[in-house]
Structures are given as structure tokens and as C-alpha cells.
């Protein structure tokens, strides 16, 4: 369950979308002789989610958004992603 300090509409939703962002890229490495370092930085999730369209929906889903279709609340916005 996602703890946040803010009321997610869709909490569930963005749970599944961010394991299954996970999974994929275990997925795509299980078979690698690698180093596994796991850090709970910012700039980690963004990165992990910078091209997931559902995610990036989801998220949105939380907050205003402004005529362009962007989250106004950036602040808001970026601490959600520490938070997640």
C-alpha cells in the first residue's frame, strides 16, 4: 500500500503501474551478473517513469493541471515522487 502525504484518487493504480515498471526492468536484467544498488532518490523514479505514459496519466490524475496539460503544483508534484 502507497503512503503518502497526500490523498491519492487512484493510490492502487499507481501501485500496480510502478510494480509493474519494476518487474519489467527485473525482467530485462534477471539473467545479468550485476551489482543491485537501490537508493530511494527522486531522481531514480523519475527516470524510471519518464517514458510511462500511464504513469505519468496517473499521477496527473492527483492534481490541477494547467491549460498545456501540466501539474501546477510542481512542488506538490515532486514530493508525491520522493514519497512513492
Do not use: P
Not at 510494480?19 to 539473467?31: C, P, S
Amino acid at each position: 500500500m502507497i503512503k503518502t502525504t497526500m490523498s491519492l484518487v487512484n493510490a492502487q493504480e499507481i501501485e500496480e503501474i510502478l510494480f509493474e515498471i519494476v518487474k519489467t526492468a527485473y525482467d530485462q536484467i534477471k539473467d545479468e551478473a550485476m551489482l543491485l544498488y537501490i537508493d530511494r532518490g527522486e531522481m531514480n523514479i523519475l527516470v524510471a517513469t519518464d517514458a510511462n505514459d500511464e504513469f505519468e496519466d496517473a499521477i496527473k490524475a492527483n492534481f490541477l493541471l494547467d491549460e498545456d496539460g501540466d501539474i501546477i503544483d510542481q512542488e506538490g508534484y515532486y514530493q508525491l515522487l520522493r514519497e512513492l
